[in-house]
């Protein structure tokens, strides 16, 4: 999967936006509310690696995988950093993406969810 497909999905999700902050971070963050699901780095020599939230399980999992790595500054709370997202089969980064998402949206309230829900 591409860099520009993966950014089209994250932003495809209902209640989905994205932000882009400058230096000295450089990353394209992708969120619901305020709840980040997914980043990209936007300056070289990282520039459009992907990281997103996983489980505790697919941490372990993940990271043993070559070119999957515990995110910088974010690893301790499961985020991992893919440095080709085109290395992963689209079906099981697509599934991570989403699970990623979900463990945001439920982080919200019950009323925040619901308007997220019914759309704009």
Request: hydrophobic share 40%; net charge positive.
């Amino acid at each position: 999967m591409t860099v520009s497909e993966l950014k089209r999905l994250c932003a495809a999700f209902p209640g989905a936006s994205e932000r882009l902050y400058g230096p000295p971070s450089n990353i394209l963050v992708f969120s619901v509310d305020d709840k980040k699901f997914a980043y990209f780095k936007t300056s070289k020599p990282e520039q459009w690696r992907f990281s997103l939230r996983v489980s505790p399980d697919r941490f372990l999992e993940l990271t043993d995988i070559p070119g999957i790595k515990p995110a910088r500054y974010m690893g301790r709370f499961h985020w991992v950093t893919i440095v080709d997202p085109a290395t992963l089969p689209r079906a099981y980064l697509l599934e991570l993406l989403a699970a990623s998402y979900d463990k945001a949206l439920r982080s919200l309230s019950q009323k925040r969810r619901l308007a997220i829900a019914a759309g704009p």
